[in-house]
């Protein structure tokens, strides 16, 4: 990670989110940089004393069937916070804009819903090089950072 970036995340506080459940719901679309951020949410994880085997995985084919990977799992009762991974790089047509809003709206209601928090990592970069720098690079891992946030969500 680049010098010039500085979290604000209290890993101590946070440690106290050890004992929660968490789930990661993930498109497989742009794997590369959303492995990456993946990655990253489960770094922030370990460090607060989770194992990566006590963290559900469910990948879903793109950013717009995150919002129904999420759904399911939150109809299961059983996690305390979901984060919804997955990267959306601008292209050549509108698409980008209809699969944008259409996933962060479908996140709102989710959360709207109250069943638990989501938190949505979802990069909505202009090209590639955008993506890399959000998901390791020199503004840091998003993923990281939404792992904290998912944390601090279930200690609320």
């Given at each position: 990670m680049a010098t010039n970036y500085k979290s604000k995340i209290d890993l101590d506080l946070l440690r106290d989110a050890a004992n929660?459940?968490?789930?990661?719901?993930?498109?497989?679309?742009?794997?590369?940089?959303?492995?990456?951020?993946?990655?990253?949410?489960?770094?922030f994880f370990s460090m607060i004393g989770l194992k990566k085997e006590e963290i559900a995985l469910c990948s879903v084919p793109g950013?717009?069937?995150?919002?129904?990977?999420?759904?399911?799992?939150?109809?299961e009762n059983k996690y305390d916070a979901i984060i919804a991974i997955g990267s959306i790089i601008r292209g050549e047509?509108?698409?980008?804009?209809?699969?944008?809003?259409?996933?962060?709206?479908?996140?709102?209601?989710?959360?709207?819903?109250?069943?638990?928090?989501?938190?949505?990592?979802?990069?909505t970069d202009e090209n590639i090089k955008q993506s890399l720098e959000r998901s390791g690079g020199k503004f840091g891992n998003k993923g990281f950072d939404c792992a904290a946030a998912a944390a601090k969500m279930t200690l609320i």
């Open positions: 929660k459940k968490f789930a990661i719901v993930y498109s497989e679309w742009n794997d590369d940089i959303v492995n990456r951020l993946v990655n990253g949410a489960i770094k950013s717009f069937e995150l919002v129904y990977g999420c759904k399911k799992l939150c109809d047509t509108k698409h980008f804009d209809f699969i944008c809003n259409s996933v962060f709206n479908g996140l709102k209601d989710l959360n709207v819903q109250g069943i638990c928090p989501v938190v949505a990592c979802v990069l």
